[in-house]
Structure formats: C-alpha cells, structure tokens
C-alpha cells in the first residue's frame, strides 16, 4: 500500500559498519518524499567493524530502533515481520558479499509471500576499484543508487555487458552532501587559515607511505606556523570503520613529534569542513563534500597516481597536486564539468533533487499490481557454482539461501556472557590486524 500521510514510511536499514550505518540511513531519509513520516529500524551486521557507541554518537543519525544482529538472526526477522511489522523499504548498507548473501536468504524467506519491502542497495563513496565485482553481487536489488551520472553510466554497461537486467540503477547522489558554502579565506585576526588532511583507514596501506605522509604534514604545519594544520582521523586505535586500519596515525604521531599548531581531530566530517580553508586526502570521499561546498580540495600526486590509492579516479577533476605545490601556496580549481559528473552540485540548486529519481522508482515498484517479483541476482549455483557457496557461506548460509548446521541461533537474544564472548572475539580480531600482522609481514620480508 502506497505511504501516505496518516501512515509513516516503514524503513529498515542493515549496515556492516559506521560509514555504511551513515550512508544507509542517511539515504533512507532522502527516499522518502517530503510530506510522508518515515519509521526507521536500524539493524547492525555483527563483525569486525560492527560500529561502537563512541562511532554512533560521532555518525549522529538517529533511529526509532537500533540492534546488533547476525546474518541470521536478521533473515529471521525479516521473515517475521508482516502486517503491521513490515517494512516498505529495506536498505542493504553492505560490502558486496554481504549483499549477495541477503539477497539469497530473503529470497528464501519471502519465497511464499505475496507483498514484500523494496531492496535498495548501493555505494558509500567513490566506486574506484572491483567495479564488476561489487556490482554483480548487488545484482538483485529492485534499485541500485549510482552516487553520480558516471557511476549509473558505468554500472548499468557492466549488467549489460553480461546480459543481466540493468532497470535497477537509479542516478541519485551522495546524501551526506551539504553544509554552508565556503565564504573564503579568513580576515587576519579573525581565526587561523586551516589545512585539513581527510585520513584513510587503508590508503596508503604500508608504513612507509603512511609515514611519508604524516612527515609532509608536520612539515607543511613547521612551515606554515600560522596556520592550523588539522590531521582528520576516522576512528580511534582498536575501532574499525569500513575498512581496516593496520597503522593508525596516532601511534605514528607519537614518534614523529609535532608543533603546537598541528592537531587531531576525530567528529563529523561536516563540523570540520565547516572551518577549513583547504581540503587536502589521497582519495577520501570527504574530498567530494568539500568540493560541494566550493572548499580549495587537493587530491595528492606525492606517492603516484595510481589504481591501488584510488586517486585516479579524480584524473580530469583539477583537484590533483603535490604537497610541493601546496607549500608554495597553490590552490587547485576543480574543473566544473569533472564536478557535475561526480553528482557533486557545487552550485547548490541540483542537489535538492538528487533523489527524484529514486523517490519516483521506489513509489512505482510499491504500487505495482500483485506485489513485487522474487528476488532475482544475476549470480546463482548455476552462472556462479564455484563462487557464490563461499560468499554465502561466509554469512552462515547454504547455497539455497538456508542456514547451515551451527549457524549462530536467531530465536533469543545474546545473554551476558555470550555479549562478553563477541565482544572479547573482536578484540581479539582488531588486535591481531594491528599488531600480529605488521610483524608477521615485516619478518616475511627479512
């Protein structure tokens, strides 16, 4: 039945992480038309990044509901939420596999019911590596968000290159976008000129490029000290976010030293941008917020322009520079074609309707007679026999989309002891990523 105003917009939103949490219930709001109330149940994928409160608070998204689940335990909600339970819309806030693997579970869960929610799915950021990959295991979706003109180009030729249906990509744009418009350089006296670098958990992924980055950072600050210069972290030492860190810059901050108008930060990217006088990552999507608000961005060229950093996926945009060049105080000027292909609408006005599209696709798909069709993802036991029981196997489900034997239990809530086990578990893991495996690198290389 169609939302109306008397009946809010019953939206869930599993996430596997604090960026994707963001990222997905963020997009949940922007679906739903102005003039219809949304009800909003947030579900958390336990694992490695399952988000912290500290990474909750920082996110500041807000919802009716919020719980830790796993793969399991969600499917069997899903599958018994009907009447007035169910949902409208579902948003999958996933990496790839996990998507695949929820798409073959509520396919088996929905299999006999005739109404069933709309699947959203889609990317947090710039889409620069495994494009085929990714796409094709959120193949099954009934729309898959394309954050720019570029992107909805590109995936709906990689479904059609392999002869899969490619209806369901929807151009929309990132919804974490916005924020005032940068006003210009500040009046002397009035606050310190501000250089932010936008850090990534895994790009650059090795010491020696990590450290060469901190080290131009320091320099830049020594360099300038009237400036304020900003080192944006994305979680504290022991969390994790989408991707894992190995080398935090923190632990590497403590060994270089620094002048006192160098600093850390961590908080909303938002708040950050909101005084900052020069963006400066290797290919962090906080460069495209600033470049919505006509911030000065730099997209670094000092360790190469490569595939493996993701910068190159800013070639033609005029953003890319040296920090050569940025001591010597040049400003990059993004090219605005580069910009509007991005879904980046630095002149304000496009922005507010990025989501038309999808508020008009998710409004169709739930109005059609007869409900909507099965799931149907391009990978199946039969196009992908060696491929598709691991991904599914790794969320403790069988090829058809079942529980296997031993999967974790969805018919009660965690108790004490069991919580202090996942929570030890992942402890563990994080300690391991951080510590064990650098040494058990390095001693390979001897």
């Not at 529980?403 to 974790?408: C, N, Q, R, V």
């Amino acid at each position: 039945m169609p939302a109306s105003a008397t009946k809010a917009l019953r939206v869930a939103v599993l996430a596997d992480s604090d960026t994707r949490w963001k990222w997905g219930a963020l997009t949940a709001n922007r679906m739903t038309p102005d003039d219809t109330e949304i009800s909003l149940d947030g579900y958390l994928l336990r694992g490695r990044a399952t988000p912290t409160p500290r990474q909750l608070r920082e996110v500041g998204v807000t919802a009716d509901s919020l719980r830790e689940v796993t793969a399991v335990e969600f499917l069997r909600a899903m599958g018994d939420a009907r009447g007035e339970d169910s949902y409208d819309v579902l948003v999958l806030a996933l990496v790839g596999g996990g998507v695949q693997a929820m798409l073959h579970g509520l396919g088996r869960v929905w299999q006999d019911r005739a109404e069933r929610p709309v699947v959203v799915t889609g990317y947090v950021g710039v889409v620069y590596e495994k494009l085929a990959d990714g796409l094709l295991l959120r193949h099954g979706a009934d729309v898959v968000l394309a954050n720019s003109r570029q992107d909805a180009d590109r995936f709906r030729a990689v479904y059609e290159g392999v002869g899969a249906d490619a209806s369901a990509v929807t151009e929309v744009a990132l919804p974490f976008l916005g924020g005032a418009a940068y006003p210009g350089e500040p009046d002397a006296g009035e606050r310190p000129y501000t250089v932010v670098f936008a850090a990534q958990p895994s790009v650059p992924d090795n010491r020696k490029d990590r450290t060469y980055l901190l080290d131009r950072l320091i320099r830049h600050a020594r360099r300038h000290p009237e400036r304020e210069v900003v080192l944006k972290l994305r979680s504290k030492p022991g969390e994790h976010t989408t991707h894992i860190e190995e080398l935090p810059y923190q632990k590497l901050v403590q060994r270089a030293g620094s002048p006192p108008n160098f600093r850390l930060v961590y908080g909303h990217m938002g708040e950050v941008l909101d005084r900052t006088d020069l963006l400066v990552t290797v290919s962090s999507t906080a460069a495209l917020e600033s470049l919505h608000r006509r911030i000065p961005t730099a997209v670094l060229t000092d360790l190469g322009v490569r595939e493996a950093l993701g910068n190159h996926h800013f070639v033609g945009s005029g953003c890319l520079a040296s920090w050569d060049q940025l001591d010597e105080g040049h400003r990059p000027v993004p090219d605005a074609e580069w910009v509007a292909r991005q879904g980046v609408a630095a002149d304000g006005g496009a922005y507010e309707s990025a989501f038309d599209r999808a508020r008009e696709r998710i409004a169709g798909l739930r109005a059609r007679p007869g409900g909507l069709p099965p799931l149907a993802p391009y990978y199946t036991t039969v196009t992908a026999p060696g491929y598709l029981p691991g991904i599914l196997a790794r969320h403790h489900l069988a090829p058809d989309g079942t529980p296997l034997p031993g999967a974790p239990a969805a018919d009660k809530a965690p108790g004490p002891v069991r919580q202090v086990v996942r929570r030890a578990a992942r402890g563990a893991y994080r300690h391991g990523v951080q510590r064990v495996a650098p040494v058990i690198r390095r001693m390979g290389e001897l």
